[in-house]
Each structure stands twice: as C-alpha cells, then as structure tokens.
C-alpha cells in the first residue's frame, strides 16, 4: 500500500516511471516528477533551480507555497508587485538568471494571471516557476492549464501542480526541460529525503488523465 520509503532508496517502483512519462506527455513537456504533495510541488521545483539561480523573486499575493519555496532554495529572496519591479530589481541587484515564482489561477480571486508581460522581463538566463494547481486540469482548450489558455511555451517555464484537485487524487507533478528530473533528485532535499506518494495513487495517474 506504501512505498515505505524515499525513491533514492528503496521506495522507488515502476508506476511512479509511468505515471511521469504519462504526466510528462499529457502536459507536453520533455520532463515530470512527481512530489509528495501539491504544495511542495513548487517547493521540490525552487530548490532543483536553484543551482541555476541568483536569486528568488516573488510576486505579491501569489500563493503561500512559493513564499516557502523561495525560502526553502536557499537564494536571496525579493518580491515584487509589477513587472516593471521585477526589471528594476534584476539591474540593482545585478541578477543575470533570476528565479521568479508566481501563480497561474489565483487561488482567492479565481482569476488567471498573464505570463507574457512577466516572461518579457524576465532575462534569457532566468526562470520562471508557475504554479498552476488552480488551473491544469480546469482551463485551456485540453486542460493544461492557464498557460495553454494563453498559448504561452517559453523554455524558461517550470510547471508546477496539484494532483488533488482536478484530477481527484493526492500528491504534486513538476513538468519542465528535460534536465529537471536529475536536478529534482541531485539538489532537492524535500525530493530525496521524502516518501512519494501511495503507489496505487501513481497507478491511477493514466487513467485519470485518459478520463479528462
């Protein structure tokens, strides 16, 4: 019933192989992982990037996951209201490959944010981590959610959502480049020392997603 374990030890089984490439897929991206939980979804994603970041920056009245994400990745962290903000910021602070955190569906207004304005300021080299448990699964012409809404594929996009919403499951999913797998396992902490979530519960995962 339980994996017992974390997926670095001895807790990691074929379904949770499978219900990723099927995530992975169904979201159009080269890379899933699955976390424990929704709300650490976003959290696994910050400290994976990391790495690959100046600093955290994230946007007023977001959820209060990626306040936590932006603290748990260890970076310098900013929050900003405007674009504008995030662009002024960048120059002051001298971040060339800044990691901005936001929500796709605001999780109290129902509302969907804009990526496009973000994404124009954000620089090359910077990520962007869009947490869109509010909206994959419930917006855009298949359900991927608010980004497909908009028709925004950016490179610089992290994905990060909910199982326990629109799919009627338990558990998280971050989708993004190929390279995030092995970045999730070699520099999350929450990741590789968490036990994933009931198997049965990754063993749902395609058929859930042949349903919607």
């Known amino acids: 019933v339980d994996a017992a374990a974390s997926r670095v030890t001895t807790g990691n089984l074929p379904a949770y192989a499978e219900a990723e490439a099927r995530l992975a897929r169904w979201m159009g991206r080269p890379c899933a992982v699955l976390t424990a939980t929704g709300y650490l979804s976003s959290l696994v994603a910050a400290q994976a990037l990391a790495p690959r970041s100046d600093g955290a920056v994230v946007v007023e009245g977001s959820h209060p996951c990626l306040r936590d994400a932006a603290a748990a990745s260890g970076l310098p962290v900013e929050v ?14 001298g971040w060339a490959r800044p990691m901005l955190l936001l929500d796709g569906m605001g999780a109290l207004n129902g509302r969907a944010r804009e990526a496009v304005p973000w994404l124009e300021v954000l620089p090359p080299e910077g990520w962007c981590l869009w947490d869109d448990a509010h909206g994959v ?10 980004l497909e809404l908009e028709r925004v594929r950016d490179p610089r996009l992290i994905v990060a959502f909910t199982l326990s919403k629109a799919f009627g499951l338990y558990g998280g999913v971050v989708s993004g480049p190929k ?34």
């Open 137 to 146: 699964g419930t917006v855009g012409s298949r359900g991927r959610g608010t």
């Open 80 to 93: 900003v209201v405007q674009p504008d903000g995030l662009k002024d910021l960048c120059r002051a602070r």
């Open 179 to 212: 390279w995030l797998a092995s970045a999730v396992w070699e520099h999350s902490r929450a990741a590789r020392g968490g036990t994933p979530i009931p198997p049965a519960y990754a063993s749902a995962v395609p058929v859930v997603l042949d349903l919607l």
